[in-house]
């Protein structure tokens, strides 16, 4: 094993309270910083066959719209809401694109295309796979990419991401105790090739990690430790990203379980003093998951709950748009009466319908995981006990799940 430089200033992690298992922290890279518990946004920066069409269409480009505060949403300042945002190599191709626009897409890094050239904020740039597990590559509508370790790290380079992972080979609920084990290896060995092309990245580099429980993710950790021979990968890595979950994500418990244990196994593996990422969770888990140890968190949901017609009224329960009073709500969008307006179904265009409520759906993510953070950093364990009650322990279904966090990760009730 050749010496591997270590990882240097570009990221830090700072725990500043904690309560039972949950951290309240600040994960700073490239000198910009993030307030944890954070929650990511996934986006779709780019999209469409055409020169003009590449900001995407659809809900998509409404809030990239959003985001930078364009005038076709009547401007406003949603940056605090995009701070830090997740992107993935997989979906570069998800509108079919053609060899040439591919090519154009990864020409430039994100942030210094003359598009997006007022966004600042932190991208997170997944591997992709999830996806390329099941197609092989990077289908365009007249290409294909075989995707590996090195092409992969070359996109998110290219597209400029401030946090990157390895290629990665997610598990399935249904794989056999051989294929999990095969997906492990191949995992880990991306994880050493990873860690020696991204030598001198400048960003954060995360370990995806996969597995449901304790006896799973320690034999992961085996498999990336032989790997790395006596290398302590604390000193390569600047976070871990818990992934493989997506499948689990209406199974509170099998999530609770795979995070509680993920945490465990770090601390045994000297690995807490890093961020915990959780791909691609979101909505009602994030308190129980922020309770048991997760740090970060990234998820379509607020866009797909858009799509659905669905609006947020907290973390664990939406409703339907037309039955929504949108005096109950003073964010930005509810308080803006032509979004309003155009939420309420006045205007011509489907996406302005829904790309505000999408826009609503993800400040209340971020708003409720900022009461969590300050709840964290409040004296005891109480105040987070008190903020799950009020929550996710209203609900019928959750609420034994609860119970079982606040007794294993919170301490107990008093
Ligand atoms: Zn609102």
């Known amino acids: ?33 993030l307030d944890t518990p954070t929650f990511f946004p996934v986006l779709s920066f780019y999209g469409g066959g055409t020169k003009s069409s590449v900001f995407g269409g659809g809900v998509h480009r ?23 945002t997740m992107t993935s190599v997989a979906s570069l191709t998800d509108y079919g694109i053609n060899r040439e626009r591919f090519d154009d897409y990864v020409s430039d890094q994100i942030k210094e295309r003359e598009t997006f050239s007022d966004y600042n904020g932190l991208i997170f740039v997944d591997s992709g796979g999830y996806k390329f597990l099941h197609n092989d590559g990077l289908d365009g509508s007249d290409f294909e990419i075989e995707i590996d370790q090195r092409e992969a790290f070359r996109i998110q380079k290219q597209l400029g991401g401030d946090i990157i992972v ?22 880990a060995e991306n994880a050493v090739e990873f860690a020696r092309l991204t030598q001198d990245y400048p960003g954060a580099r995360y370990l995806t990690v996969h597995g449901y429980n304790y006896s799973m993710l320690d034999r992961f950790f085996d498999h990336v430790q032989s790997q790395f021979g006596n290398i302590d990968i604390s000193t390569l890595f600047d976070g871990i990203a818990l992934g493989s979950l997506v499948p689990k994500k209406d199974d509170k418990a099998a999530l609770i379980t795979a995070v509680m244990d993920c945490v465990e196994i770090m601390e045994e593996r000297g690995l807490a003093d890093l961020p915990l990422h959780v ?7 994030i308190p129980l998951l922020v309770a048991a140890g ?27 748009l037309d039955e929504v009073d949108f005096t109950q709500c003073d964010c ?8 309003v307006n155009w939420m309420q179904g006045n205007t011509e265009y489907q996406k302005d319908v829904l790309g505000p409520v999408a826009m609503h759906n993800l400040i209340i993510h971020r708003q409720e995981v900022q009461e969590l953070r300050q709840r964290i950093k409040q004296h005891g364990t109480e105040p987070v006990i008190d903020y799950l009650d009020e929550t996710v322990g209203r609900n019928d279904s959750i609420r034994k799940q609860t119970h079982r966090v606040v007794n294993e990760a919170l301490g107990g009730y008093f």
Do not use: W
Request: charged letters at 20%; proline letters at 4%; one cysteine or more.
């Open 1 to 33: 094993m050749p010496q591997l430089k270590q990882t240097d200033q570009t990221a830090s992690f700072q725990v500043a309270a904690t309560a039972g298992d949950a951290r309240a922290g600040t994960l700073t890279v490239n000198g910009q910083s």
């Open 62 to 84: 409404t809030i990239k719209e959003f985001m930078l505060g364009k005038e076709e949403i009547g401007g406003g300042t949603y940056d605090e809401y995009f701070r830090g």
């Open 166 to 187: 390895n290629l990665d080979r997610p598990i399935a609920p249904s794989d056999t105790f051989d294929e999990r084990q095969q997906k492990a290896e191949r995992t």
């Open 279 to 285: 791909l691609g969770i979101g909505s009602g888990s």
């Open 294 to 320: 997760a740090d970060t968190f990234d998820s379509t949901t607020y866009l797909l709950n858009a799509i659905n017609e669905k609006y947020a009224v907290g973390l664990t329960e939406h409703i339907p």
């Open 332 to 339: 930005a969008v509810c308080s803006d009466p032509m979004l």
